[in-house]
């Protein structure tokens, strides 16, 4: 069983800081792809930023700038730094990754829970 939890959620004022982590667990034989995701009340899920097993990240654009995504290959961990957060970055943050439960070059998708990033005065 793979599991994705996230953590580091919470309510912030505008031009304040988080940094969401997502820990991956479970069996499995490896991580490609690592990534964020994100949802807004009354908007479709979009993607934010993504990292390689290799450290090559690509951002969206509505991210680049205040997010910095990372991740820490030894212990399944990928980070999401948030800086000068804005009230349109409200949003379910769900951490995403490609992962392979066998040895092999393919590998399933997986998604967290969830955590939520509320930005207001």
């Known amino acids: 069983q793979v599991e994705l939890v996230e953590s580091g959620g919470g309510s912030v004022q505008p031009g304040g800081s988080l940094r969401l982590s997502c820990s991956a667990s479970g069996s499995f034989s490896g991580i490609d792809d690592m990534g964020w995701y994100r949802q807004a009340p009354g908007k479709q899920c979009e993607p934010v930023a993504r990292i390689s097993s290799g450290g090559s990240t690509d951002y969206a654009d509505s991210a680049k700038g205040r997010f910095t995504i990372s991740r820490d290959n030894a212990m399944n961990l990928v980070y999401l730094q948030i800086d000068n957060l804005q009230p349109e970055d409200t949003a379910v943050y769900f951490c995403?990754?490609?992962?392979?439960?066998?040895?092999?070059?393919?590998?399933?998708?997986?998604w967290g829970q969830g955590t939520q990033v509320t930005v207001s005065s």
């Open positions: 995403h990754a490609a992962i392979r439960i066998k040895d092999g070059p393919f590998s399933n998708p997986y």
